[in-house]
């Protein structure tokens, strides 16, 4: 069944050299660049997949965009989880529809709304308030304001005893994740999954020793390596892309026991 584009959308518009934009539509308005002026009221009831084309005749391609579309575009106030790490994340910490999520480091949203869209209930902790608002911003714009429902974002460190509790899962992107561990002990239930995002072995190693010190169990530390491949098959052009997104970050899981 076709969805047309409709005011208030946010859609995706692509040139010929595969640069991408991000724009949300009203009725009059227009998405400007140095290749002229496209009137969203030529998108507006219109299907995705085509091209249109601006005043001075360059040719966009109009789409909506997928959620790895968005993070990679999206404003930030801080560094994102790149998509590679973001489905694995769901994956290795078993996020599933109502899950209790206790997540820390939110940055500029982008694994909030991977977990939000999984159907999480988030309970976020923040140091900077320009991030946790910024978050919040990022989360809105893409998934819409209802999911605000499930997200309850507040401006403190986990570092400290936390004020909230009763969570199946804590997802951590923090510098310091293992401060957060004698914590998780009261905070996660029996069987519960923690996971820390970490960019350096060395984290991941001291994440690692505290959560043997507190009584978790069945730790387990990955990486994602994501390799493009270049396939042209009318110019008998196949072949892996010269750049690769190697190393960005490991993933540490573990599950607390029963004490």
Known sequence: MTRPLVEGELIMLVDR????????????????????ALPHDDVIGQEEGQEFRSGKGAAY?????????????MKRGAQVIYPKDLGPILVQADIFPGARVFE???????????LLRAGAIITGYEVRED??????????????????DRYGVHVRSSYEPLEHGDFD??????????NVVPHAVDALDTGGLILAYTPSI?????????????GFGMAETIEVLHRGWHVEPDQNAVRPDHRMVAHT???TTARRLAR
């Open 17 to 36: 050299k595969k640069r991408r934009y991000l724009t949300r539509l009203q009725a009059g308005g227009e998405f400007h660049s140095h290749a002229g």
């Open 169 to 178: 899962r804590m997802v951590l992107d923090l510098p310091e994740p293992w």
């Open 202 to 214: 060395i984290q991941a190693t001291t994440f690692k020793a505290a959560l043997n010190e507190h």
């Open 249 to 251: 970050g490991f993933l």
């Open 104 to 114: 820390s480091g939110l940055g500029s949203g982008a694994l909030s709304m991977t």
């Open 131 to 148: 991030f946790a608002e910024q978050a919040q911003r990022n989360v809105a714009d893409f998934l819409g304001t209802e999911v605000l």
């Open 61 to 73: 391609l109009v789409v909506r965009p997928t959620m790895s579309d968005f993070v990679l575009k």
